[in-house]
């Protein structure tokens, strides 16, 4: 038993984080598959997986980690937990290319917010983990790229490892920030997934409003395809926030406006990933905010 990582593992338990074993020295669960289930003990009423078996009971901790030095995994959906993984390039990468540290502090700036103070980790390869308390009511689940390149996510369905682990490419370590902070809801508004459309009006309202919605899409791409460098991203979150409101009057399907404005913003020069996690805060923000006309009675 190695007193260290049982230490790691109760320390995140304490915080209320769900923790499992890794196999020693890894990031791999070292709880046995559903193949070989014994259908006993936590599997008697059928088989569970570690994000089902992830616990905060210290005598299930000890008693766990009384049989080896396993690294601790933190179930992070059933900890209330969404972490933002930030990556390094990988080896075969240009040398040049930035990091998940880098690409998220640039979306941050872009988007006029601060790198959020919360607790972090400093992973095996170099990289960054940031954690945050989830909202309560949404179902947040795994992201890779969504928010910006070597940006990830990892909330129901998936683990991070703990600080206190080690890896031949070294420990993860706690870096900063004693608390996990509430996830920022410019993030949640990019993670969350897209709330459903209204009710499409009736016939003659819709072909009326479709006309309309079409000629308000031109004149946005255009908007887009005009714009210098320094207001490329202004500019297409300007108009992806302008076009929502046709998405959720249901004049448009959300599909044509994401692809005409990203074919538009790649136009001008802004990286395709760049393109989809600004439609995608900008469309979801516009649909949440513009469920009713505004002629409506």
């Avoid at 400093?122 to 983990?129: F, I, K, L, N, V």
């Avoid at 993670?191 to 006309?211: C, N």
């Amino acid at each position: 038993m190695s007193t260290h990582l049982l230490n790691a593992a109760l320390a995140a338990a304490e915080r209320g984080w769900h923790v499992f074993p890794l196999r020693p020295g890894t990031k791999r669960p070292a709880l046995h598959g559903e193949a070989a289930c014994p259908r006993t003990g936590a599997c008697a009423g059928g088989h569970q997986k570690w994000e089902q078996r992830a616990t905060t009971d210290p005598e299930r901790i000890r008693a766990t980690w009384s049989h080896g030095a396993f690294n601790v995994g933190i179930a992070t959906g059933p900890s209330g937990l969404l972490v933002v993984d930030l990556d390094m390039p990988k080896n075969n990468s240009n040398g040049d290319a930035p990091d998940g540290a880098a690409t998220f502090g640039a979306l941050c700036e872009r988007t006029g917010h601060a790198v959020p103070d919360t607790y972090r980790t400093r992973t095996a390869s170099g990289g960054e983990h940031l954690y945050f308390a989830a909202p309560s009511g949404v179902r947040l689940a795994n992201t890779a790229g969504t928010i910006a390149p070597l940006v990830d996510t990892r909330a129901w369905g998936g683990y991070v490892v703990a600080a206190g682990s080690i890896t031949p490419a070294g420990p993860y370590e706690a870096a900063s920030g004693p608390v996990a902070a509430s996830l920022p809801l410019w993030l949640l508004s990019i993670l969350k997934p897209a709330p459903k459309p209204v009710q499409a009006p009736s016939v003659s309202v819709t072909a009326q409003s479709r006309r309309y919605a079409d000629t308000a899409l031109g004149n946005e791409v255009r908007n887009v395809s005009g714009a210098q460098l320094g207001q490329r991203e202004a500019r297409l979150f300007r108009a992806a926030r302008a076009m929502g409101r046709f998405i959720a009057w249901g004049d448009l399907p959300r599909h044509e406006v994401e692809q005409a404005l990203q074919e538009a913003g790649e136009a001008v020069g802004l990286p395709p990933s760049q393109c989809r996690a600004t439609l995608r805060s900008a469309l979801n923000w516009s649909i949440a905010h513009n469920q009713r006309r505004r002629d409506a009675a």
